[in-house]
């Protein structure tokens, strides 16, 4: 054996969950993603996807999706910097800008590719990058690229933030990242206190709207624009793999910011195009957005009658708000074994352990979309009241 394959065998965390029937992890999935999906022949009600407008399976994106497949083929062959640059990306950025709520914007081939190659590539060797801790691991390895500063704030904790920002050069950049809805936890970010203190400071806020747009703001326009602050947030970031129903992401901003992006973010100039497939997905599936408020609308009452039971059953959750929902475990091992158990009651799950949370963190993520019906929710809420009664994880 060589040394790298050596030094990596002493990794089996995978084979003892295997071993043990507990490993949740890459489940084959074999229809679309719907609000119930088919697994090894069954009928499973999916409460893992962030597909939060439901529209992955839209006729009108398929349409889309199937027309500019055939009208420019499979893909590019390129990146937007050489020869991958359509049309239809052109007015997909612009299409974006508007939405928004900014002068410009560009399109990524992926989500992560957005936050690696902006927060990369913005600050110098002398500027700042301050992150909250519970930022995406996006954002996180975007910082790891960067020569700037770094300087972290605990989770939503605006003292923290000023601290932070106390301790930077006023003379030099800084940059505050921040999600606007948290992935694991679905809890907000304080935007509005955020903007206060990056006029205070004289700093620079970029905001990631992966799991807000859609489900905040006008129109699904994302958390910015909910608290009334996006023209003090100098940075959006989205992605197109949830609400959109597609694949790639965006950064819209103003037209200095984009020049510079253009000629200098390395995930951009260097990443193949994101496919014609997947840019007539996303606008079609913006289309709809704005044409059908009424999904946004009945996502909320979705949220608010899930949340109501949860927190009636007995469940902790947190600080969530939104209709990404944490059911708190705080071990690994019963993590996996709960998943396991909902799985075979119906219902997908997905378990978040360390390391992407502490080990005293872990939990289920329970996601819903717009196209869940009340009945598959309550379904839902039956299991997950049963399995967790199974594991003594109800507090009533």
């Given amino acids: 054996m060589k040394l790298l394959q050596e030094k ?13 029937g507990i490993y949740p992890y890459f489940r084959a999935i074999s229809s679309e993603q719907n609000t119930e999906v088919l697994m090894n022949g069954k009928k499973v009600l999916m409460f893992g996807s962030n597909s939060y407008m439901g529209l992955t399976n839209h006729p009108k994106v398929i349409e889309a999706a199937v027309e500019a497949t055939r009208k420019y083929g499979t893909g590019l062959a390129g990146s937007p910097f050489l020869n991958g640059t359509l049309d239809i990306h052109k007015e997909l950025e612009a299409k974006i800008a508007n939405y928004v709520g900014k002068e410009d914007a560009m399109i990524y081939s992926t989500g992560f590719g957005v936050n690696l190659g902006v927060v990369s590539t913005l600050t110098g060797r002398e500027d700042y990058i301050i992150l909250d801790e519970q930022d995406h691991a996006s954002i996180i390895e975007g910082r790891r690229l960067s020569f700037s500063n770094y300087l972290k704030y605990r989770h939503n904790d605006m003292t923290s933030l000023e601290t932070q920002l106390k301790k930077c050069d006023p003379d030099k950049v800084k940059l505050i990242v921040t999600d606007g809805v948290f992935s694991m936890e679905g809890d907000v970010a304080n935007l509005p206190e955020i903007v206060r203190l990056a006029k205070q400071y004289n700093a620079t806020v970029m905001v990631d709207e992966a799991h807000g747009i859609g489900v905040f703001g006008e129109g699904g326009r994302g958390t910015c624009n909910h608290f009334g602050v996006t023209d003090d947030v100098d940075l959006i970031m989205g992605t197109f793999s949830k609400s959109f129903a ?39 599936a913006l289309d709809i957005m704005l044409a059908e408020p009424e999904r946004q609308e009945h996502l909320w009452k979705l949220t608010n009658y899930a949340l109501e039971n949860f927190r009636e059953m007995g469940c902790e959750i947190g600080h969530t708000s939104t209709p990404i929902i944490p059911l708190f475990i705080r071990d690994d091992y019963k993590t996996f074994r709960v998943t396991r158990d909902l799985l075979d009651e119906g219902v997908f799950v997905n378990p978040v352990v360390s390391p992407a949370v502490a080990p005293h963190d872990t939990l289920i993520r329970y996601s819903l979309m717009a196209t869940h019906t009340k009945e598959q929710v309550t379904r839902s809420l039956e299991a997950i009241e049963k399995v967790f009664r199974k594991y003594d994880l109800l507090k009533k």
Wanted: no cysteine; proline share 4%.
């Fill in 8 to 20: 990596l065998s002493v990794y089996d965390a995978p084979q003892k969950a295997k071993a043990a």
């Fill in 246 to 284: 597609s694949l790639g992401g965006f950064i819209a901003t103003d037209k200095v910011i984009t020049n510079f992006l253009r000629h200098h973010s390395r995930s951009y100039i260097f990443t193949a195009s994101i496919t014609p497939a997947s840019t007539a997905a996303a606008s079609a």
